[in-house]
Nanobody, 115 residues
Framework: QVQLVESGGGLVQPGGSLRLSCTAS????????VGWYRQAPGKQRELVAG???????NYVDSVKGRFTISRDNAKNTVFLQMNSLKPEDTAVYYC?????????WGQGTQVTVSP
């Protein structure tokens, strides 16, 4: 049974930082590409950052230079370091793992950026 558990969300002021974590169990984590997605109220879910099995990263333009995705295969964990947060970053953030046709989602963690 695959399980993805996200943590690290919360309420932060504009300009602040948060570090999200997603820990996987039930899979050989190193063979999966991983992505962090977010969904704000009334908006479609979007890919924020992704990291391949080889460590190649990609980011949506709106977070480039502010967010950093990384992975620790020994701990089956992926991180999203979010700096210089803006109100428009407010959303539920989801972890996704994908290998071939298989994919799985975490339950999401709320990030709220507000004065």
């Amino acid at each position: 049974q695959v399980q993805l558990v996200e943590s690290g969300g919360g309420l932060v002021q504009p300009g602040g930082s948060l570090r999200l974590s997603c820990t996987a169990s039930g899979i050989t984590f190193s063979i999966f590409a991983v992505g962090w997605y977010r969904q704000a109220p009334g908006k479609q879910r979007e890919l924020v950052a992704g990291i391949s099995t080889g460590g190649t990263t990609n980011y949506v333009d709106s977070v480039k230079g502010r967010f950093t995705i990384s992975r620790d295969n020994a701990k089956n964990t992926v991180f999203l370091q979010m700096n210089s947060l803006k109100p428009e970053d407010t959303a539920v953030y989801y972890c996704n793992v994908r290998a071939g046709r298989y994919e799985s989602w975490g339950q999401g963690t709320q990030v709220t950026v507000s004065p």
